[in-house]
């Protein structure tokens, strides 16, 4: 089956990134940006920096983000999965749920999160709140109720003294999840080498990264993955042309690529186990071609200078 250069940067796959292929190897960029073009020109945007406009809220909810006692049976806290010291995510394929089963998908890195328009590979969650809550009741996840958290928060003096001050009330069902949600809202990662590029910095790159940025986005990857978290606002298929990872859920949010050389492994399966795998993965899956050498090379070079800071810390640099 044959598919135009336009109709396959359409059908652009939602896993990793969409690519099309040139039949010969690319002349590296020996200039920072062509002329006439500006970043306001570009199909990326910088990270914002955190906005923090209620404080104590925001500590409660960073307090809660590592409280075990938000599990059913206080082994776990939402820190166990989405670890902050580095990638935000994991390391593993699949992190492990409350029964020692695996979970069903790879786990996103929290990293960002508020940047997207849906949560989770699937997208089935629109607010971070319904993310939280879903995940608490989740039975292979936290395992818990609201109720049964609200419970063992409430019999904390210093913590409902803490909600009081914070809500003008103790814990309840609204003010445990927006606390939550107001930390989470403030992990952006600002400062990566590729924002300092966007900001006007012609030397935060180098030739073969710039020269990677530029195949991003002639071969198609920009038309799935661009925007402030480049990706992370389409749904899309993946396994076009042969199958990619695990064929199902065959729809998936395009996920967004900050901080992406920090979170392998890759795909919703977390099958591939490093980002030149990953690239190779998707030409071949997405297009029917292969990628050369010089090509994967400077993808994946412009792809490690997407790792920002948290709290003026590299992300990942714990690792």
């Known amino acids: 089956m044959a598919f135009s250069r336009r109709c396959a940067v359409a059908i652009c ?18 200039h920072s940006r062509e002329p006439g073009v500006t970043t ?26 590592g409280d075990y006692r938000l599990s059913h049976d ?16 994991g390391v593993a394929s699949h992190d492990v749920g409350l029964d020692g089963s695996s979970l069903p998908l790879n786990t996103p890195t929290i990293f960002n999160a508020t940047l997207n328009f849906r949560l989770g590979w699937e997208g089935k969650l629109r607010t971070l709140e319904a993310d939280i809550k879903a995940s608490l009741e989740n039975p ?38 927006d606390a939550i949600a107001s930390f989470e809202r403030t992990l952006v990662t600002p400062g990566s080498r590729f924002d300092r590029w966007l900001a006007g910095d012609a030397a935060a790159l180098s030739a ?22 480049i ?23 395009v996920p967004g690529l900050r901080n992406v050389a920090t979170t392998p492994p890759y795909f919703h399966d977390g099958s591939a186990p490093t980002l030149d795998d990953a690239v190779r993965k998707m030409g071949a899956a997405q297009l029917n071609s292969t990628l050369t050498d010089q090509q994967v090379s400077a993808i994946v070079a412009y792809l490690q200078t997407l790792t920002g800071r948290y709290r ?3 992300v990942g640099a714990s690792r």
Do not use: W
């Open 231 to 253: 990706g992370g606002n389409l749904f899309q298929r993946h396994g076009i042309f042969r199958p990619l990872a695990s064929p199902q859920p065959e729809v998936l949010r």
């Open 140 to 177: 292979q996840i936290m395992g818990t109720s609201i109720p049964e958290v609200l419970g063992k928060l409430n019999r904390d003096p210093g913590l409902r003294r803490e909600f009081t001050l914070a809500y003008g009330r103790g814990p309840d069902a609204a003010n445990v999840l």
């Open 40 to 65: 306001a020109q570009e199909p990326v945007t910088p990270v914002p920096d955190a906005v923090i406009t209620d404080a104590p809220k925001v500590r409660i909810g960073e307090r809660l983000f």
């Open 74 to 89: 206080n082994s776990r806290s939402c820190a166990s999965c989405h670890d902050l010291r580095t990638n935000g995510a």
């Open 13 to 30: 796959t939602a896993i990793f990134s969409s690519m099309q292929l040139s039949p010969a190897p690319p002349k590296l960029a020996n």
């Open 208 to 229: 073969e990264e710039l020269d990677g940025y530029r195949l991003f986005k002639s071969l198609g990857c920009a038309s799935c993955h661009q925007g402030v978290s």
């Open 312 to 314: 003026g810390t590299l």
